[in-house]
């Protein structure tokens, strides 16, 4: 299994944007379908989005199309969240996940790599 590391998250007023980051560790990142999910208080882990190993598939919660980009660098190990136009209900936990070998799932028992998590709150 890799190691993943998020980054980027803070505090961000509606309309604002932010980048998160996944770092992962090891040599076999490029196997990895990777993916974005989210946590808020007192509700279920949510797919936010997932890119194939190559880059070249994308997939978006309705919710998000529009306004979140996914996209990775497998020269660098890293899998990237653009958010833009942040609303405050995008408020969570964001956790990246890998799937080795997997297509870009949006469930999360398809993953078998997670980050800790970073916070990501917007205000209104």
């Known amino acids: 299994q890799v190691q993943l590391v998020e980054s980027g998250g803070g505090l961000v007023q509606a309309g604002g944007s932010l980048r998160l980051s996944c770092a992962a560790s090891?040599?076999?990142?490029?196997?990895?379908?990777m993916g974005w999910f989210r946590q808020a208080p007192g509700k279920a882990r949510e797919f936010v989005a997932a890119?194939?190993?190559?880059?070249?598939?994308?997939y978006y919660v309705d919710s998000v199309k529009g306004r979140f980009t996914i996209s990775r660098d497998n020269a660098k190990n890293t899998v990237y969240l653009q958010m833009n136009s942040l609303k405050p209900e995008d408020t969570a936990v964001y956790y990246c996940a890998g799937d080795r070998w997997g297509v870009g799932a949006n469930n999360a028992a398809a993953y078998e790599s997670w980050g800790q998590g970073t916070q990501v709150t917007v205000s209104s």
């Open positions: 890119i194939n190993w190559s880059g070249g598939n994308t």
């Open positions: 090891g040599r076999t990142f490029s196997t990895y379908a």
